[in-house]
């Protein structure tokens, strides 16, 4: 998640902090929970836990924490799957008083590779330089992960009592992706653990400055669905010198000429609804006219014609299907009896494997092209964005900064919110960390927060957790 960088390097041309920006700034925590905050993120971004380290390490740094600051042991749950112990997740709980299900709150601590000679700085040391904390992770996610560990050791000092547990998830290989995921670790076989009525997920979301104003504040709702199909021809094969008529890679080469020029139909949802009438409201240029006319209902599918010129709009308007990976032949100087083609798709939420599945048979036009589907998709419908967590959100946001827009969005990429959705929690994206919409760090060189950024999004997740942890 997460980006920042031109607003950034003109700050620093007129020898500003990003801190003091045109936008008014936010409340900061008590002295104590600033400072506990900082030290935590220290910790965390020096505790390697790239996949091939695990983040095991950073689990048990968090549950010390934890029962130090008087959790009791049997609250503070550290686990891994048996064939993968570097891949540790911490669960704790913070009980309350049963009146509603619980509330899970969602960070993952793995962190993709970083290699020190592409980086000005250490990436597993935490730098302070010019307003800015620099270090691997220090947006994409320890930035969440010490404002969640910092809270709960706030709420416990101060004796709050929730109208319901709230439960933290700590946990692992999100960005690898591999078959240690935590939350789908914790999900098939400790339901228990992190059972919720709805899940709080850090990894996405937030602020957004653009000029040095806050723009707008992000609540993710959704996420398109990953899904990849294989094509595949076959044809007699025979010898070089004696072509004829059926040869299995100009098959293939003539049906992906046809799926190329194939659009899946415009789907919208309620996010994607509201995301672009916010959007035109708050960014009035040539494209709000538009903008306003597809969220209509029916949409006006000449404006969605128009916005799809645009790839980032393109992709919020359908399911996206594109070649990415072709093979086929197996000699020289012989006639191939094989071709293959890899589709990814991305699914719109509500969108169905199998639909798209006889779409692209469809588009290809010719029997003798087989499609496959490769894995069933972790499927990840849309949580919606009711009126009850949109308040609950704008309250705590506007208590934080008064005023900021909220708008509800959808992620072209996937987090582990696929999960949580997957298994029927309603999730939502609600990190507290401003950044400029231009910025881009996260899984790059020089990953940065700001240091101003990061005190506020330690106060305002102190309050989200508070607001959330409220019954209905
Ligand atoms: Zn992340």
């Known amino acids: 998640m997460k980006r920042l960088t031109l607003a950034g390097s003109v700050l620093m041309m007129l020898g500003l902090t990003p801190g003091v920006w045109a936008a008014a700034l936010g409340p900061l925590p008590p002295a104590v929970d600033q400072a506990l905050a900082r030290a935590v993120l220290k910790e965390l971004v020096e505790i390697n836990t790239t996949h091939a380290y695990g983040s095991t390490g950073a689990a048990q740094a968090i549950a010390q924490h934890l029962t130090a600051a008087g959790y009791s042991a049997s609250d503070v749950v550290l686990i891994a799957p048996p064939e993968h112990p570097t891949k540790g997740n911490v669960v704790v709980r913070y009980h309350g008083k049963g009146l509603a299900k619980p509330v899970l709150f969602l960070g993952h601590l793995d962190v993709v590779e970083a290699r020190p000679e592409d980086w000005s700085v250490d ?42 547990d709230i439960i933290v998830a700590f946990t692992a290989d999100e960005e690898a992706g591999g078959d240690a995921n935590g939350p789908a670790f914790l999900l098939k076989d400790h339901r228990d653990l992190i059972d919720a009525a709805l899940a709080i997920n850090l ?35 025979g010898h070089g010198s004696l072509p004829g008529p059926d040869n299995a890679i100009y098959r293939l080469a003539d049906g992906l000429g046809r799926l190329e020029g194939y659009h899946f139909p415009v789907m919208l949802t309620a996010t994607t609804r509201a995301s672009f009438e916010k959007f035109a409201d708050l960014d009035p240029g040539p494209e709000s006219a538009d903008l306003r006319a597809v969220a209509k209902s029916p949409p006006d599918l000449a404006a969605a014609e128009r916005l799809s010129q645009s790839v980032r709009l393109n992709a919020q308007l359908r399911t996206t299907c594109v070649a990415t990976l072709i093979s086929g032949g197996h000699a020289e100087n012989a006639l191939p009896q094989r071709a293959k083609a890899t589709i990814q798709c991305r699914m719109m939420p509500g969108d169905s494997a199998e639909h798209v599945q006889a779409a692209l048979r469809a588009a ?54 696929r999960q949580t959705r997957n298994a029927g929690i309603v999730s939502y994206d609600l990190s507290g960390v401003w950044a400029d919409v231009n910025e881009n760090r996260a899984h790059g060189r020089d990953e940065r927060v700001g240091m101003r950024e990061f005190d506020e999004s330690v106060e305002y997740t102190y309050r989200l957790m508070k607001a959330m942890s409220q019954k209905e």
Do not use: C
Request: net charge negative; charged share 25%; glycine share 10%.
């Open 203 to 237: 990894d996405g979301g937030g602020g957004q400055y653009k000029n040095g104003d806050r723009f707008a504040f992000e609540i993710g709702t959704s996420e398109k669905t990953y899904v990849t199909y294989s094509l595949e021809t076959t044809s007699p094969g």
């Open 364 to 417: 290809l036009n010719d029997p003798k092209i087989a499609v496959t589907l490769d894995a069933p998709p972790i499927v990840s419908p849309e949580s919606p964005p009711t009126a009850l967590i949109t308040a609950k959100a704008a309250h705590v946001v506007h208590s934080m900064w008064p005023g900021v827009p909220l708008v509800p969005t959808m992620a072209t990429g996937f987090s582990d919110d």
């Open 123 to 164: 990436p597993f040391k935490l730098t302070e330089k010019e307003g800015w904390f620099y270090g691997r992770g220090s947006i994409d996610m320890k930035d969440g992960d010490a404002a969640m560990l910092e809270t709960l050791i706030r709420l416990k000092r101060e004796g709050f009592t929730p109208d319901r």
